[in-house]
C-alpha cells in the first residue's frame, strides 16, 4: 500500500516536471507557428478564399468582397493566435455580422467559412513538418485550442448579432401590433393581424382590459380574420381574456374566424361560444351597435 | 354570524345609502374575519333600510382570493334572498385577469365602475337613481342603453 503511494507520487512529480518542459517548448512553438502564418499569407489566403468560392459560400457576396473579408479574418485569426487575446477578433466579427446579416448570409455559411480557414492552416501545417511527427504533434497541440476558440468566437458573435436584429424587429413590431380603436361611444374593436403567439396574446389582454377602462367600453368586437392560426393555449387565453372583460362589465365578440381556426377549435375542443362569434368584422360591429342601442340609418336612399 | 373581529376596530369598508341602493366600498384588502363581518353588515342594513339593489365597489381591490370571491357570491345570494340584487363594479384590469388565472369564477354581475353599476341596477329594479318613485320596467339586459 505505501509502497503503491509513494510509486504514484514520484510518477506525479515526473509528470509535472514532463508537463512544465513541455510547456517551454509550447511557448516556443506558438510565434514558430504564427511566423510560418504570416510569411505565408497570401498563399494561404488565396487557397482559403477559393475553397470558399468551391464551397459555394457566401454567394451573397462578391468575390472581391470575399476576399477583402478574407484577408481580414485572417490577419484577425492570426492576431489571435499570436496574442490569445480574442477581444479584437470578437469586434472585428460583430462589426462583419452586422455588414453580412441584412444580405442573408447563413449561420451554417460563417461557420463554413471559420472551419475552412482552420482546414487550410491545418493542412499548411501537416505541409510544413510533414518529416517530423512528433514536432507536427506538438504544434498541432498548440494550434487546435485556439483554432477552436477562434471558430467559436466568430459563430457566436455572429450568432448574437442576428439574435440582437431579431428582437430589434420584434420589438418594432410589437410597438405596432395591438391597436384599441374606438369606433363609438363605449364601442371599441381590436383588429388582429398576423400570427397570436403567447407574447401578443398577454400584450392583447393588457391593451382590451387597459382600452375598457380608458374608453369605459361596453362592447368590445375582436377581429381575427388576419390571424392564419390559433392553438388551444392561445385559445383559452382569448377565453379568459373575455371572463376578464365580462367581470370588468364589457362584453366581447369575436369575428372574423376563418375556415381553418373554426375546424382546429372544434377539433381541440375549446369552446369559443362564450365570445360570441359573429361572421365578419362589418357584422359584429353591427351586433355590437344593437346591444347598445344605436340604430344607423342613411339620410339619403341614393345608394340604396 | 359572530363577529371574529374585535369590535372597536373600524370596518375597513363603508355602507352608504343612495335611494334604496346600498352602496359598499371596500377600501383595502380584508382578512376574512372582516370580510364576514362585512357580510353581516350588509345583510342586515339591506332589512333595516329595505333596499333593492346592493353595488359592491372594489376598485381599491387589487387581489381578490377564493375565500374572497366566495364571499361576494354569497354576499349577492343572501341578497336576493333578502330582496336586493347585486352587481359589483370597479374591477381593476389587473384584478380582472388574476381572478380568472386562479379560476375564480364569481358568476356575479359585474359593471365598470359605480355609474354603469347604478344604470344596470336601474335596468333590474326599474329606476334609475334608486328612489323609490320609479316603476319597474321590462328588464333590460346587459348592456344597458347608453344615455
Known sequence: ?304 | MPDRDVPSEPLRVSILTQGSYLIASIHTALDDGQLLRFQHDLIERIGTQRSRGVIIDVAALDVLDSFGSRTLRDIARMSRLRGAETVIVGIAPELAMSMVRLGLDLDLPTALDLEEGLAYLGSRTGSRTGSRTGARAGGAARPGRPR
Open chain 1, 1 to 304: 500500500m505505501t509502497d503503491q503511494e509513494d510509486g504514484a507520487m514520484t510518477s506525479t512529480t515526473q509528470d509535472q516536471d514532463a508537463d512544465a518542459e513541455r510547456a517551454r517548448r509550447e511557448e516556443l512553438l506558438l510565434p514558430e507557428l504564427v511566423a510560418h502564418l504570416r510569411d505565408n499569407r497570401t498563399q494561404l489566403r488565396r487557397e482559403w478564399a477559393n475553397r470558399i468560392t468551391d464551397a459555394n459560400l457566401l454567394t451573397a457576396m462578391t468575390p472581391q468582397e470575399v476576399f477583402s473579408e478574407a484577408t481580414s479574418v485572417y490577419d484577425n485569426y492570426v492576431g489571435v493566435l499570436e496574442t490569445g487575446s480574442v477581444e479584437a477578433l470578437q469586434d472585428y466579427a460583430r462589426d462583419l455580422s452586422e455588414r453580412i446579416v441584412p444580405r442573408g448570409v447563413e449561420t451554417d455559411e460563417v461557420v463554413g467559412i471559420v472551419l475552412l480557414l482552420r482546414d487550410v492552416l491545418a493542412r499548411s501545417l501537416f505541409e510544413k513538418y510533414h518529416n517530423d511527427f512528433g514536432l507536427l504533434n506538438r504544434v498541432l497541440d498548440a494550434y487546435e485550442p485556439a483554432a477552436n476558440r477562434i471558430a467559436n468566437t466568430v459563430a457566436v458573435s455572429f450568432v448574437q448579432e442576428r439574435e440582437r436584429i431579431i428582437r430589434q424587429q420584434a420589438d418594432a413590431l410589437r410597438e405596432l401590433s395591438t391597436p384599441v380603436l374606438q369606433v363609438r361611444e363605449r364601442l371599441l374593436i381590436l383588429p388582429i393581424i398576423g400570427v397570436l403567439d403567447d407574447q401578443r396574446a398577454d400584450q392583447l389582454t393588457e391593451q382590451l382590459l387597459g382600452g375598457i377602462r380608458r374608453h369605459r367600453a361596453k362592447v368590445v368586437v375582436i377581429d381575427i380574420t388576419g390571424v392564419p392560426d390559433l392553438d388551444a393555449e392561445v385559445a383559452n387565453h382569448l377565453v379568459q381574456t373575455v371572463d376578464a372583460s365580462r367581470l370588468m362589465g364589457a362584453g366581447v365578440i369575436i369575428t372574423g374566424l376563418s375556415p381553418e381556426i373554426a375546424q382546429t377549435l372544434v377539433r381541440i375542443g375549446v369552446d369559443l361560444t362564450k365570445m360570441n362569434p359573429v361572421g365578419d368584422l362589418q357584422g359584429g360591429i353591427e351586433e355590437a351597435e344593437r346591444l347598445l342601442g344605436f340604430t344607423v340609418t342613411r339620410t339619403s336612399a341614393d345608394d340604396a
